[in-house]
């Protein structure tokens, strides 16, 4: 597996990252999660991030890892934790990432991130919010000082506000997640020349788009899916002809496809049992798509720009959903 180097970090990552949201009890049973993580770490893996806001992830992967013994690098997050969360205490903020290391069985984390540092209602991070400024900082340059942490991170979700955020210069990594992928590449606008700018690393979350490209949904584009737009239909529409003409699937486009930018260093996939991890690691090792298949994904894009007006944050094939999702 290609390493690469994670920014003005330092740090050697791999360029497939392992994204621990589904080695939680989200994933299904914790075997299966077992299996997956240890056969990513035999086949050279060195990156997982986590979260405290993903369920009993952090405490499922130091269970884990407490079967292997080679080097790796984790990223974890400030978020959610300990309840009821006060973003604005520096003391919170430093036992919340106790905790995590003791979860994780480890006396550092290599990546430390905001969670959602930007997103409106969320976490009010900031006392100075054109500069970014507040205890959360603070908290940071203490845990570095103490050697609880090493590099500090942004991981959200946001398009646009997170290339401020990234603009301030405060961070080594940004973690962008649902904005760049096959059909949605908002993050390429703002935060990755932000994040050039800074020297910061890129890691790019959910190119599956949290399921939407993880099948294809032929049934549900042509005959269902009522909450859909006709623009968004007819794009997909488009993409599966692509996926005919090149006989390739569709989880190998999406993840080839991110790796295609020379901008992104890893790509972070969730991956709930061993056969999901191996598509995903094989995709990876074929590289990036040719040159061709780039222009026709350009063309396929431009059909659907930006996320039209209502449509889910994520795409809810598999649910026959009513009424509209809540933005926050």
């Known amino acids: 597996m290609e390493k690469v180097i994670l920014g003005r970090t330092g740090l050697e990552v791999t360029k497939l990252a392992l994204g621990g949201l589904f080695l939680s009890e989200l994933g ?52 959610g934790r300990p309840q009821p969360f006060d973003p604005q205490s520096k003391k919170a903020l430093i036992q919340s990432v106790e905790m995590s290391l003791e979860y994780l069985h480890r006396d550092s984390i290599d990546i430390l991130m905001i969670h959602e540092p930007d997103r409106v209602r969320e976490y009010n991070w900031w006392t100075d919010e054109l500069n970014y400024e507040g205890p959360v900082l603070e908290a940071i340059d203490e845990m570095k000082k103490a050697g609880m942490i090493k590099f500090s991170g942004l991981g959200g979700t946001t398009a646009h ?42 890691v790019c979350g959910s190119p599956l788009q949290q399921g939407a490209l993880a099948v294809r949904y032929d049934d549900a584009i042509n005959h269902g899916a009522p909450w859909i737009s006709e623009p968004r239909r007819e794009q997909f529409r488009a993409l599966y002809r692509l996926l005919d003409e090149t006989g390739m699937g569709i989880v190998e486009m999406a993840i080839r496809f991110v790796i295609s930018n020379p901008s992104v260093d890893c790509v972070l996939t969730g991956s709930s049992n061993e056969a999901q991890f191996m598509e995903n690691y094989l995709a990876v090792e074929k590289g990036p798509l ?16 930006f996320r039209p007006s209502l449509e889910y944050f994520t795409l809810p094939f598999d649910n026959n959903c009513k009424g509209q999702q809540k933005f926050y």
């Open 28 to 79: 299904g049973a914790f075997e299966d999660s077992k299996h997956a993580t240890l056969k990513a770490l035999e086949l050279g893996i060195n990156y997982i991030d986590t979260a405290p806001a993903y369920y009993d992830s952090e405490k499922v992967l130091g269970k884990i890892l407490q079967e292997w013994e080679g080097p790796l690098v984790i990223s974890t997050k400030l978020g």
């Open 161 to 202: 506000e997170l290339a401020r955020v990234c603009d301030s210069g405060k961070f080594d990594v940004v973690l962008t997640a649902y904005n760049y992928s096959l059909l949605w590449r908002e993050a390429q606008y703002e935060i990755f020349q932000a994040a050039k700018r800074h020297h910061m690393g890129v």
């Open 290 to 305: 040719p040159a061709d298949i780039l222009q026709e994904l350009d063309k396929i894009y431009a059909m659907v720009p």
